[in-house]
Nanobody, 112 residues
Framework: QVQLVESGGGLVQPGGSLRLSCATS?????MGWYRQAPGKQRELVAT???????NYADSVAGRFTISRDNAKNTVYLQMRSLKPEDTATYYC?????????WGQGTQVTVSS
């Protein structure tokens, strides 16, 4: 079974930055980041194909950047100008053919 291991979450002040990483044990097709705040549904943050095509939620476009290193089977999420409403558990997602795998989640808290 493919494993996804996330890292990089934490507490940051509004306007600050964080970078999340997610390493997989296999070579994925599309990879992405989703987030879930307390009491809310999980939502898409950003995705990136193996060829580098990206897609962002309107709420993070221009502030977040998704990238990947195919040689390392790793996807990154650079988050800038963080807002309190970005507070959530962030989950890495990877598609391997018809199989979709999820990471365990990493907490991001934006607060002064």
């Amino acid at each position: 079974q493919v494993q996804l291991v996330e890292s990089g979450g934490g507490l940051v002040q509004p306007g600050g930055s964080l970078r999340l990483s997610c390493a997989t044990s296999g070579s994925a097709n599309t990879m992405g980041w989703y987030r879930q705040a307390p009491g809310k549904q999980r939502e898409l943050v950003a995705t990136i194909t193996r060829g580098g095509t990206t897609n962002y939620a309107d709420s993070v476009a221009g502030r977040f950047t998704i990238s990947r290193d195919n040689a390392k089977n790793t996807v990154y999420l650079q988050m800038r100008s963080l807002k309190p409403e970005d507070t959530a558990t962030y989950y890495c997602n990877a598609r391997f053919g018809v199989t979709i795998s999820w990471g365990q989640g990493t907490q991001v808290t934006v607060s002064s």
